[in-house]
């Protein structure tokens, strides 16, 4: 097990991302001080560049890989290849620099979305992560955060080196994006904030609400990433979820009582569903490293929408 308050130097890329404050906040609870905690911001260190990401890693210790080019359904339709290109770029720039570094330990994030579009098992199991291709629409993202497990594994079969991969299910919770691009929790919470200021009639919101996802807060997603850092160094992909499985329709109704909008739902049904059903199973985390959600999702939601409210509504 490592004593993660004793290492010299932490690398956390993408710290400064919606989960990466929670992961750098959840690092200085276990005792790291701040200031052995490094962020490369994508401006000074573009993860894209080997060279950018060989400065990035350097004198690391150990490095958390979070950095990304991530978004909802829509930004996934309209710039697939720049999803692709940019996250197979990240990953194995930074796989490659933190093995020629001489990191200690890598601790990388694939997405549920890398998952085959309706896999052999529900709930998701991680052996079957490559028995079939992932849903169209997020595809060339759930590839290219594939490959970067595949070149893990290449390098500790080559190299023997040690980076472990977790595969966290769809994340909320406070800090979230709500600009273009936006994942489906900040997008219902834009629109129904938006329909009640102008008291529209109704909300149009995408797909008919059949599929099912499950939400892990960001902040347990924290807890289990620094676990996983501390006590994993397995080869083997780990899910991290909250094995709560809910429809897109039951969400968007719990939403729309927390938000006090009293109009009605309009199904689009022109627009993309996305993958049809989301829910992992979650013992391989408790077994490896005794990870379990704690944050029930209610509470995860409330985060949320006064996250919007204080930050974005009224800032
Ligand atoms: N959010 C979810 O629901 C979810 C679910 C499963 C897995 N994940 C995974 O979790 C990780 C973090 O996601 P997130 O939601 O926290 O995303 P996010 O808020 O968009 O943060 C992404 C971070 O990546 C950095 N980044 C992007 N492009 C970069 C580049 N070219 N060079 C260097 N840094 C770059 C950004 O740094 P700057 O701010 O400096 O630009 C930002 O801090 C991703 O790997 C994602 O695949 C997220």
């Known amino acids: ?44 260190f573009d993860l894209r560049d080997p060279e950018m990401a060989r400065r990035a890693v350097e004198g690391a210790e150990m490095v958390i890989h979070l950095a990304a080019n991530v978004g909802g359904i829509g930004k996934n339709r309209e710039f697939p290849c720049t999803l692709f290109t940019d996250n197979v770029r990240i990953g194995t720039n930074t796989v490659e620099a933190s093995r020629l570094a001489g990191v200690n330990k890598l601790v990388a994030v694939g997405t549920v979305c890398a ?10 199991v991680e052996d079957d992560l ?11 993202y759930g590839e290219a955060k594939r490959a970067l497990l595949v070149h893990l594994w290449a390098a500790r079969d080559e190299y023997d080196f040690n980076g472990i991969y977790l595969l966290p299910t769809n994340l909320i919770g406070p ?21 009640r200021t102008k008291h529209l009639p109704n909300v149009v919101l995408w797909g008919d609400g059949s599929p099912t996802r499950e939400f892990l807060d960001v902040r347990d997603a924290a807890r289990g990433l620094v676990l996983a850092a501390e006590r994993y160094d397995g080869q083997d992909p780990v899910n991290l979820g909250s094995s709560r499985e809910v429809s897109i ?29 989301r829910k992992l199973d979650v013992s391989r985390a408790k077994e490896r490293f005794g990870f379990e959600s704690q944050i029930p999702l209610e509470e995860s939601l409330a985060a949320a929408i006064e996250y919007y409210e204080r930050n974005v509504l009224r800032p």
């Open 175 to 195: 800090g979230e994006h709500f600009g273009l691009g936006a994942h489906v929790l900040p997008d219902l919470i834009k629109k129904f904030a938006e329909a």
């Open 1 to 44: 097990m490592i004593a993660l308050a004793e290492k010299e130097r932490i690398v956390v890329t993408g710290g400064s991302g919606f989960l990466g404050r929670q992961v750098v906040a959840e690092l200085q609870r276990c005792g790291v001080p701040p200031e052995r905690i490094f962020v490369p911001r994508s401006a000074e």
């Open 249 to 277: 329709a039951e969400l968007a109704e719990t939403m729309m009582q927390m938000m006090h909008y009293t109009g009605t739902i309009r199904w689009d049904t022109e627009k993309p569903n996305g993958q049809p059903r």
């Open 115 to 124: 998952y085959p579009r309706v896999p052999p098992r529900i709930p998701f």
């Open 130 to 140: 490559f028995e079939g291709y992932p849903e169209p629409t997020n595809a060339p």
